[in-house]
Every structure is written in C-alpha cells, then in structure tokens.
C-alpha cells in the first residue's frame, strides 16, 4: 500500500513535499468517537467539545502524514503535540484537504 497524495507544505518560507496516506476504516471510526447528534423538531444538532475537536485534528495529522516510503512521520501525538501550533495547523489544514482528495478519487473512481 504505497497510495500517497502529495501536498506542499510551507512554513516560515520553506516549502517541501509532505506525504498523506488515506485512513482505514477503524482509523476512521476511532476519529468519529466523541460526536453527539441527537434530532430535535425534525433537525439533527450535533454538539461539539473543542477540546475533543483539536484532539482529533492531531490525530488525524499523526495518523495520515507520513513519508515519501509510506512511515509514519509522528511515532505518536504526543510528539507532534510538542511542535509549534502554526506548523501543526498548517499541516492538519493539508491533512484535511488529503483525506477529502482521497473519497472525491474514490468516488470518481466507483469506489464510494
């Protein structure tokens, strides 16, 4: 398994190729753990803990950035926690757009 997207990464006037692989199906139901949505008069409300918000961000980016061989770049989310948080947001914005990437060629493709 060596499907990986390329993305540009810039950080304080560098740029260099960051890897995103797509997540696994448990991956993706690990990342759902902690949303509420309960309907009320016909409309679904959802309620958000932000705390559990930035979390899952995090380990979003530590789950699906990876290198040009397909390895993980943070062994865990501890580890990118330490990072500054401008480089961390930018990545995760970029780890978002990856994943999003990855269902619309899947969707192309048939594969939904």
Request: negative net charge; hydrophobic residues 35%.
């Amino acid at each position: 398994m060596n499907n990986l997207i390329e993305k540009t990464f810039t950080y304080r006037g560098e740029s260099r190729p960051v890897f995103f692989r797509e997540l696994t199906a448990g991956e993706q139901l690990k990342l759902s753990q902690g949303y509420k949505s309960t309907l009320r008069d016909g409309a679904a409300e959802t309620t958000l803990d932000f705390y559990a918000e930035g979390e899952r961000a995090h380990r979003l980016l530590q789950m699906t950035l990876v290198d040009a061989n397909g390895r993980n770049v943070y062994a865990s989310i501890g580890k990118l926690q330490e990072e500054p948080v401008s480089k961390i947001n930018k990545l995760v914005e970029l780890a978002r757009e990856a994943s999003r990437q990855f269902t619309e060629e899947a969707a192309e493709a048939g594969n939904d």
